[in-house]
Nanobody, 115 residues
C-alpha cells in the first residue's frame, strides 16, 4: 500500500506563490504517473499537472505557464510550484499516483488565495 502525504498548502495573496510537496512512502521510481488534482467547493475535481516516469509533463489549461510539476527521485517527492496565484486557484490539492496499474491518492492540502 503506497502512502502519499501532501504538504505546503496555506493562505496566500493573489499574485503570490506556494510550493506543494507530495511525499511517497515508497520509491517513486515505481510510479508510472504522478499527478496533482484539485477540487474547489461545488466543482468537479480537475487535473492540475502530471509527470510521467520519463519526465513528460502535462498541465491543465488554467495553470499553464504558472505552475510547474517536478519529481525528486532522491527524496521520493513530487512538487508543484505555483506562481501568480489567483483566487480561482483556491481548492484542495491532492496527490495521485499510479503504481503497477493501481491508483493511489493522498488526503489533500488546502490552498486558499485571498487578500
Amino acid at each position: 500500500q503506497v502512502q502519499l502525504v501532501e504538504s505546503g498548502g496555506g493562505l496566500v495573496q493573489p499574485g503570490g506563490s506556494l510550493r506543494l510537496s507530495c511525499a511517497a512512502s515508497e520509491s517513486i521510481f515505481s510510479m508510472n504517473v504522478m499527478s496533482w488534482y484539485r477540487q474547489a467547493p461545488g466543482n468537479q475535481r480537475e487535473l492540475v499537472a502530471t509527470i510521467t516516469s520519463g519526465g513528460t509533463t502535462v498541465y491543465g489549461d488554467s495553470v499553464k505557464g504558472r505552475f510547474t510539476i517536478s519529481r525528486d527521485n532522491a527524496k521520493n517527492t513530487v512538487n508543484l510550484q505555483m506562481n501568480s496565484l489567483k483566487p480561482e486557484d483556491t481548492a484542495v490539492y491532492s496527490c495521485y499516483a499510479i503504481r503497477r496499474g493501481l491508483p493511489y491518492w493522498g488526503k489533500g492540502t488546502l490552498v486558499t488565495v485571498s487578500s
